[in-house]
């Protein structure tokens, strides 16, 4: 089995999405209270607080309280709010490729953290072909261990015969180095900028580099 996440894994989310719901964002504060004396600035300087952050919702808190916004709740629903009728979204390189690659032998499942009408928004709005995975599971707290524990549990697989997939070290592959599962780092979006650990297995910039190693 080949668990993969989703943003920034198998979807180009950091590339498109982020910086789209960046500016919405940033919208809402300025509409809210934020002291913003250029706006194409302010959002440079959101986006690279982004870059440095965990998670999107750490960025806006932190920028709406240099900017002196007190009420971010607008700003923070317009992160999982649905995107417009015409927004696509590009998968990282050759990711569906690489899906029918090992879909004839490999069971394949996606566990990804978030709002799960978003989620799933973003694989439709990417041509993600879902009846590929067997499991789709998305935890709206991002905590992936009981869901990795569960596929195992439901599929009577060997965490030694299991690989996950992602591009955050301490959400999507410490949980899975604790139960055994097999590791590779997606250096994609966020990936890039984190530190690879020396108990990854894999780590790599193309999942068609998962041929080479899943065999």
Not at 180 to 198: E, P, Q
Request: net charge neutral; glycine share 6%.
């Amino acid at each position: 089995m080949i668990i993969f996440d989703l943003d920034d894994t198998l979807l180009d989310t950091s590339g498109t999405v982020t910086p789209f719901k960046m500016k919405e964002c940033l919208k809402r504060l300025i509409q809210d209270g934020a002291k913003v004396a250029n706006f194409e600035e302010a959002y440079t300087e959101l986006m690279a607080m982004n870059s440095l952050s965990s998670r999107s919702k750490d960025a806006i808190r932190h920028f709406a309280k240099k900017v002196g916004c007190s009420d971010i709740s607008r700003a923070l629903a317009e992160l999982t709010a649905p995107l417009p009728a015409g927004f696509t979204i590009p998968t990282t390189p050759d990711a569906k490729e690489v899906l029918n690659y090992f879909r004839p032998n490999y069971l394949l499942a996606i566990v990804t953290g978030g709002h799960p009408p978003f989620q799933r928004e973003k694989m439709e709005k990417a041509g993600l072909d879902t009846s590929i995975f067997s499991k789709i599971a998305i935890p709206e707290d991002s905590v992936k261990k009981p869901f990795y524990l569960g596929l195992v549990n439901e599929f009577s697989i060997k965490p030694s015969k299991i690989w996950v997939c992602g591009d955050r070290v301490e959400m999507d592959l410490a949980p899975a180095y604790e139960l055994g599962i097999n590791t590779i780092h997606m250096r994609w979006g966020r990936g890039k900028m984190v530190k690879s650990a020396d108990w990854i297995d894999h780590s790599i910039s193309s999942l068609s580099e998962l041929k080479g190693i899943i065999r």
